[in-house]
């Protein structure tokens, strides 16, 4: 079974720096895809950003970039130029590219909260 | 374009009542999800539905029951609720598995207190 690590329950950035934030994962799949996702307060799940795994560019969305060092199994997200709005939790998530039966949805990290100081 | 919803966004119930929670997606997604998010825990996956009239397994379905009778609807249902179903519960849709349209986007959460 799959399953993924965020090892920094907490973390906190001063405003208009960059963090980062780590994940690892376990899988014996070759071809997969991975996902950060935050949510708010409000408790809404939003798509930060996704990389398949036979990309070797890391993807970025705007100040979001990642990370994906598919040897090692892991899958930072990075922040720059950090904003009052990142403050959420971040979760890391996991989903194996083709149908396996039982294993068709997203397998999740617990979760890093970001904490942002003005 | 709404998007995914889900009623009622907070339910309160006594144990060995039931219940229906629904979730509309109106962007012709052809996969669905119900999630299950507990205090301190990442997603976990209940049941999931790859097209209309179709249902299957994720890693926690006991005590959980799914019908996907239109394409745009999701529903779940709890038969006899216990206190170990309190949760936050995450409806998701997405195009398709694999390819253009995988990544899920999910509504807004329902709050169910069982006591």
């Known amino acids: 079974a799959q399953t993924v690590t965020q090892s920094q329950p907490e973390m906190s950035v001063q405003e208009a720096e960059t963090v980062t934030l780590s994940c690892t994962y376990d899988t014996s799949e070759s071809d997969y895809y991975l996902f950060w996702y935050k949510q708010p307060p409000s408790r809404q799940m939003i798509l930060v950003i996704r990389?398949?795994?036979?990309?070797?560019q890391n993807a970025t969305e705007n100040r979001f970039s990642v990370n994906f060092q598919k040897a090692a199994k892991s899958f930072s997200l990075k922040i720059s130029d950090s904003q009052l709005g990142d403050a959420a939790m971040y979760f890391c998530?996991?989903?194996?590219?083709?149908?396996?039966?039982?294993?068709?949805?997203?397998?999740f990290g617990k979760g890093t909260h970001l904490i942002i100081q003005p | 374009n709404a998007g995914v919803t889900q009623t009622p966004k907070f339910r309160v119930l006594k144990t060995g009542q039931s219940m229906t929670l629904l979730c509309a997606q109106d962007m012709n997604h052809e996969y669905m999800y119900w999630y299950r998010q507990d205090p301190g825990m990442g997603l976990r996956l209940i049941h999931y539905s790859v097209g209309e009239g179709t249902t299957a397994k994720g890693e926690v379905p006991d005590g959980y029951n799914v019908s996907r009778l239109k394409k745009q609807n999701f529903l779940l249902g709890l038969e006899s609720a216990a206190p170990s179903q309190t949760s936050v519960y995450f409806c998701?849709?997405?195009?398709?598995?694999?390819?253009?349209?995988?990544?899920?986007?999910f509504g807004p959460g329902t709050r169910l207190t069982v006591t």
């Open positions: 990389q398949e795994a036979y990309k070797q």
């Open positions: 998701a849709s997405s195009y398709s598995f694999s390819g253009v349209g995988y990544e899920q986007y």
């Open positions: 998530a996991y989903r194996p590219m083709y149908s396996g039966g039982g294993a068709d949805g997203l397998t």
